[in-house]
């Protein structure tokens, strides 16, 4: 009788473990964020995309978009503010499960697994009204602020005439504090996106304006750490659900009046 239980425990050990992984691999092959939770890292200081509401949570375009994905997936959304230029260091770490936030593919298309282009947009100068700057051209002398690993500053780095015009290139950790900084007159000109541009100036009523003349123009989309890819097709296949019911047109004729995205 002995050795007959103890042919059953050896089994039930044996099972055990075998059970555990299979349930372990079903998990991984899921590609769902960890601990059912979709981590969503942002700049919480680029309106309209994401940044902090006047009572104090967060808000944005993107968040609301990325908020319905995680709905839709059965995860807890969560917005986590991040230092721009440590958003690598945030993604490889694995502290949030994407960027998304005005993200541009444009250069970086090799750097993570990219969710299609959602949104189109522009680097492009904003100038105060009175500026004598009216094209890029006359930029040339010019003291120009930039965010720090930034799509305007990546632009200006592959436009190298335009840049070394420049008296001085700013780098700035956030466009707020360029805005203050242009209005005050320590800075002649900012390059930034110009989805973020027009909607702060229209918000903010500050006298600027923006240039016809573009810097470079670009595509929006969620960007995923290499190897991540389970979890990105997940974000993409319900992207395309959201445009295909008018949810994602929905949210964006909250936020700008008109639909302006580009997933089909």
């Known amino acids: ?16 473990p075998l059970t555990a992984c299979a349930a372990e691999s079903e998990a991984e092959g899921t590609g769902a964020a960890e601990g059912g939770q979709f981590v969503v890292g942002f700049d919480a200081e680029f309106p309209p995309m994401g940044f902090v509401a006047d009572d104090g ?26 230092a721009w230029d440590s958003k690598d260091q945030e993604l490889n770490s694995g502290n949030i499960d994407c960027i998304w936030n005005g993200f541009t593919i444009s250069g970086r298309e090799d750097q993570y697994a990219w ?8 680097q492009v100068v904003v100038v105060r009204s009175d500026s004598a700057i009216a094209s890029l051209a006359d930029l040339e002398g010019a003291v120009v602020a930039v965010q720090k690993d930034s799509s305007g500053l990546a632009a200006l780095e592959e436009n190298t005439d335009l840049m070394n015009s420049f008296a001085e290139l700013v780098q700035v950790d956030d466009y707020l504090n360029a805005m203050l900084e242009l209005e005050s007159g320590a800075i002649d000109a900012i390059v930034m996106d ?13 006298d600027f304006i923006v240039l016809d003349e573009a810097v470079a123009s670009e595509e929006y989309g969620v960007g995923f750490a290499l190897g991540n890819e ?20 929905q949210i964006s004729n909250e936020w700008f009046g008109e639909d302006i995205t580009t997933i089909g």
């Open 230 to 249: 389970d979890l990105r097709d997940q974000v993409q296949a319900t992207l395309e659900e959201m445009a295909a019911d008018g949810t994602l047109a």
């Open 57 to 82: 949570s967060y808000t944005g375009f993107d968040l609301d978009l990325a908020a319905e994905v995680a709905d839709r997936l059965g995860l807890e959304f969560v917005a986590q503010p991040i």
């Open 194 to 206: 110009e989805i973020v541009a027009r909607y702060e100036i229209q918000q903010s009523g500050r």
């Open 115 to 122: 969710t299609e282009a959602y949104m189109d947009n522009n």
């Open 1 to 16: 009788m002995k050795r007959l239980l103890t042919l059953v425990l050896a089994a039930t050990m044996l099972v055990m």
